[in-house]
């Protein structure tokens, strides 16, 4: 199901840069929010340019672009800013937003927290990132994606590498790695900046936004804050759809730049939003997301080596499911009766890469890892005297933990002027263990629990799973174009919904814990890219064989 959403929306910023005066700053704070709240429809700002605040005077301009499509930037890779305005509406969602780059569609959900699908891929073989951290979701049956989680325009950039195009950013990357990113702030001078935005659209859509920094030479701190909610819409019959949903989600950014080449940076980050669906027999209730990473980056070290960059983090998501808070129980059928269930995903990770350049080669290499494990509960209903025990009153049971440690490199070497030849390799070690003790399967008939032992139970299972590409790129002489050939084959270890969540079958059964084998895709990827001008043009397509699908 999906809707056509009609708004008006205003986006200001009073100016770019201005000096901090503190008996002044408040009332600037205030003013520059309430004229973004009461700014007109027609009166926009110029996109943000974190590299080139410093050197911007004062201003207030009509957006020079609406993005309806993004369009690609160099050969596999497709970069844009997601803070500029979107047609027709803000996305609520990281997969609304990919949407508008050829090749991306969705599995919808709902009204928000669609599933990104690329090439006919998804879930795990999108690597999804947020500012280089993967937030995974806990969903059995994906109700909350990794992509519900992150809202565009709190972020700067976005770029998409096509197919298993790179190492640098984890493992099973199949179809595509997904970069969300947040610039460094960049203050010549003590001074600070607003941007605040709103939209207000039918069906109850209303969006609210804020971004906001101050600082100066020595560091910065930035706040990101959102809002955006939707009332259920009518259907062509005018019939009215469950599909309300809102959401909400707040990031603050501490940053430490004691000179020109260094950062440490600290984020910290909270949010939650309910959804309701109308193709299930539940709705998300709660998308708890709480969030916090530290990032360090050196430039300019030396004349070979030329630059470091670690990050650490860590994300907690905690869902719950039901159908009795957003909705009336159906009264009939597995649904008849108040129920929820609760689920969590904690996950740890980090990343230390460091870049040396001489003569015509450029390398990045280093070293990752992940550990995530899953929890879940559930409510009780006592039949007989028709009285709920919430979720939140039982202990968690730990079903399913992962781990994955990998080293990776990527070469980049430049034949001549118009040609180059980029090649990258990673190895990783893959983990996991399965905690269920016991199955538990309801009868219809009976409507009795029936529990059987799991005979994976405590059992562990590893892989060791290599990867990795080689390309070339040639300018034309005769045409302004670019055309490229590029080979990868990388191996994905099945993910949480494989191994943990598909049927478990019936009493006796080997689960597929046991018998589900590491995915492996190898992928040709060809093309050209045309530009002169005004105009853009490219050409792609690829040729891919997928085994232990």
């Not at 302004?480 to 080979?487: E, K, N, R, S």
Request: with cysteine.
């Amino acid at each position: 199901m999906s809707s056509i959403t009609r708004g008006c929306g205003a986006r200001a910023r009073l100016s770019e840069r201005f000096p901090i005066q503190p008996s002044r700053l408040r009332w600037q704070i205030a003013h520059a929010t309430l004229l973004g709240l009461l700014a007109s429809g027609a009166l926009a700002a110029e996109p943000v340019d974190h590299s080139e605040h410093a050197h911007h005077a004062s201003s207030t301009e009509l957006a020079p672009m609406v993005i309806t499509g993004v369009a690609q930037q160099s050969p596999l890779t497709v970069a844009t800013d997601p803070k500029i305005p979107r047609q027709p509406v803000p996305a609520s969602d990281a997969g609304d937003y990919l949407q508008t780059i050829p090749g991306f569609s969705a599995v919808r959900g709902g009204g928000s927290n669609s599933d990104p699908v690329f090439r006919g891929m998804f879930g795990s073989r999108l690597k999804l990132l947020a500012n280089g951290a993967e937030m995974l979701g806990a969903c059995p049956s994906r109700m909350d994606s990794p992509s519900s989680y992150i809202t565009p325009e709190n972020y700067d950039a976005l770029t998409v590498i096509k197919g298993p195009q790179t190492v640098l950013w984890g493992p099973g990357n199949s179809a595509a790695t997904i970069l969300f990113e947040r610039d460094p702030e960049d203050f010549s001078e003590l001074g600070g900046r607003i941007d605040a935005r709103f939209l207000v659209g039918s069906d109850g859509r209303f969006d609210r936004n804020i971004d906001a920094a101050a600082g100066g030479e020595q560091g910065y701190i930035r706040l990101l804050a959102n809002r955006s909610d939707s009332d259920d819409y009518q259907d062509g019959n005018g019939d009215d759809v469950h599909s309300r949903w809102d959401k909400w989600s707040t990031d603050l950014v501490l940053g430490w730049t004691p000179d020109e080449d260094t950062l440490l940076e600290l984020t910290v980050g909270r949010g939650d939003g309910e959804a309701r669906y109308a193709g299930r027999g539940m709705d998300g209730s709660q998308f708890e997301r709480e969030s916090i990473a530290l990032r360090f980056e050196r430039d300019n070290i030396g004349e070979v080596l030329q630059k470091i960059e670690a990050r650490v983090y860590y994300n907690y998501a905690d869902h719950v499911m039901d159908n009795y808070s957003l909705r009336t129980p159906s009264g009939m059928g597995m649904m008849a009766n108040p129920m929820a269930s609760n689920v969590d995903r904690r996950t740890l990770g980090g990343r230390l890469a460091a870049t040396w350049q001489w003569s015509d080669y450029e390398l990045v290499a280093g070293v990752d890892a992940q550990t995530n494990e899953h929890r879940k509960r559930n409510s009780s209903y006592d039949m007989m005297t028709g009285t709920l025990t919430e979720h939140d009153r039982f202990a968690w049971n730990k079903d399913a933990d992962f781990h994955n440690y990998g080293l990776f490199g990527e070469l980049t070497r430049n034949l001549d002027d118009d040609s180059r030849v980029i090649g990258g390799a990673r190895i990783d070690r893959a983990t996991s263990k399965d905690y269920r003790q016991t199955f538990t399967t309801r009868n219809p008939m009976t409507m009795l629990d029936v529990v059987w032992a799991n005979p994976s139970a405590d059992k562990k299972r590893s892989d060791t799973l290599p990867s990795g590409f080689l390309r070339y790129e040639h300018d034309l002489q005769s045409l302004p174009a670019t055309v490229y050939l590029g080979l990868g084959h990388t191996q994905r270890f099945p993910d949480y919904w494989e191994l943990f969540s598909s049927s478990t079958g019936s009493i006796g059964s080997i689960q597929t814990f046991e018998t589900v084998k590491p995915e492996k895709t190898t992928q040709l990827d060809f093309g050209l890219q045309y530009s002169q001008g005004p105009l853009d043009a490219w050409a792609s397509a690829y040729v891919g064989q997928v085994r232990d699908y």
